[in-house]
């Protein structure tokens, strides 16, 4: 019972390679472009890599090694879809809608009703069941759509921002619905938010321009990211370059911080630090004193967040600062001046990138 993917599709950069446990839902995440529709439309079939394989649950859905093209139409795939839209069949009642997939394997009448009934049931949608899609909710309609996609039992569910198109009253409720639902299923869901992954998914995986740069538990991934991305979700500061005895090394910037590997640091090889935004002082002139870094950047943006302000300097504004509004009015804070951003060495994590 296994399912892998990998696939390269030239034009667009994209190269995966990717596999699934029977019962483990999988976050897809990355910035816009990264490839994350990509991966999904590869998998269920609606295009078509320029090589590779994927085999599901001893099924091969597509094998494009040198000398083959094997290639199994997207109904046959044993996966279903959840787009960010529902997607129901217009003319059809939502029991209808449920029951197409079971029809469609075979299932006698009968069968498929019962079946749809009980996933209408699953998703709390009994109710709904003779009702047009026309008539339904944006929440309601994707309920339908959850039951749709499990009805037809698929070894591989996919979703792609399931909760993008809904409220904010609709999206916690199918949150929950997919909690529920995702037990003990094979899933891989694209999302653009970091609860959903915390929450829906065993492990999460990273995409920045078309590969994988960065994969584990959710949690992990948090904790040491090792990836502007991923550091991004986790709401932290950012600094790749090179570790060095003390600290890293990037460009003219060296930082100073604690790390956990026991051994001293491997001098020379990659690295990163990172720090909260809530670590970071700003001052108008240069602190001295250790253990603490002081550097100097220029302001770029000043933003509410939260209680406070947050400060955004450097290149891109990649590096925070949170402060209070009093500090930042008593310090006289604007965009395009030059402060010292000054982090105790203590909040700096450091390790190996
Ligand atoms: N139909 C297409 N034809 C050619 N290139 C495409 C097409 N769709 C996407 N691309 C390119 O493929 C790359 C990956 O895009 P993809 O849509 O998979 O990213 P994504 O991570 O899903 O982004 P988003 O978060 O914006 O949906 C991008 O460089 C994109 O420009």
Redesign the pocket.
Known sequence: MTFSVQAA?A????DVSLAVGPAETVAVM??????????L?VIAGLLHPDSGTALLDGRTLFDLTAGRGEWTAPHRRGTALLAQEPLLFPHLSVLENVAFGPRSAGASKPAARESALRWLAEVEATELQSRRPAGLSGGQAQRVAVARALAADPGLLLLDEPMAALDIHAAPLLRRLLKRVLAGRRAII?T?DVLDALFLADRVVI?EN?RISEEGPTRDILQRPRSRFAAGLAGLNFVAGHLTEHGLRSGALNLYGHHDVAAPLPTGRPGVAVFPPSAVSVFLTEAHGSPRNSFAVTITDLEPHGDGIRVRAGEGGQLSADITPAASVDLGLAPGMQVYFVIKAGAVAIYPG
């Open positions: 599709v034009g667009r950069g994209f990355g910035a816009n472009g990264a490839g994350k529709s990509t991966l439309n694209i653009h995409l078309g």
